[in-house]
C-alpha cells in the first residue's frame, strides 16, 4: 500500500506563485514514480509533470517553463513550484504513482483576482 498526500493548494492571483508538496508513504519503491495531474472543471485530466524517465521529467505544453519538479528524498516528498500563474490553471492537482493507481486526493488551485 501506498499513501499520497498533497498540500499546498489555495487561492492566487494572476502572476502568482504556489508550491504544492506531495507526501509518500508506505510501499513506495521511490519517489522518482511520481507523476502530477490536473483536472479543470469540465475538462480531461492533463497530465502536468511526469515521472523520472531517463533522468528527467518532463512537462505538459501549457506549463511548460513555468513549473518545476524538486525531489526531497530524505522526506519523501514530491514540489511542484508553480510561477506565473494563469486563471486557466485553476484546477484540481493530484499526484500519482506512475504505473500503478495510487493517487492522492488532490489539493484545489484556483487563480483569480
Known amino acids: 500500500q501506498v499513501q499520497l498526500v498533497e498540500s499546498g493548494g489555495g487561492l492566487v492571483q494572476p502572476g502568482g506563485s504556489l508550491r504544492l508538496s506531495c507526501t509518500a508513504s508506505g510501499n513506495i519503491v521511490s519517489i522518482n514514480n511520481i507523476a502530477w495531474y490536473r483536472q479543470a472543471p469540465g475538462k480531461q485530466r492533463e497530465l502536468v509533470a511526469t515521472?523520472?524517465?531517463?533522468?528527467?521529467?518532463n512537462y505538459g505544453d501549457s506549463v511548460k517553463g513555468r513549473f518545476t519538479i524538486s525531489r526531497d528524498y530524505a522526506k519523501n516528498t514530491v514540489y511542484l513550484q508553480m510561477n506565473s500563474l494563469k486563471p486557466e490553471d485553476t484546477a484540481v492537482y493530484s499526484c500519482?504513482?506512475?504505473?500503478?493507481?495510487?493517487w492522492g486526493q488532490g489539493t484545489q488551485v484556483t487563480v483569480s483576482s
Open positions: 500519482k504513482v506512475s504505473y500503478t493507481n495510487y
Open positions: 515521472n523520472v524517465i531517463g533522468g528527467r521529467t
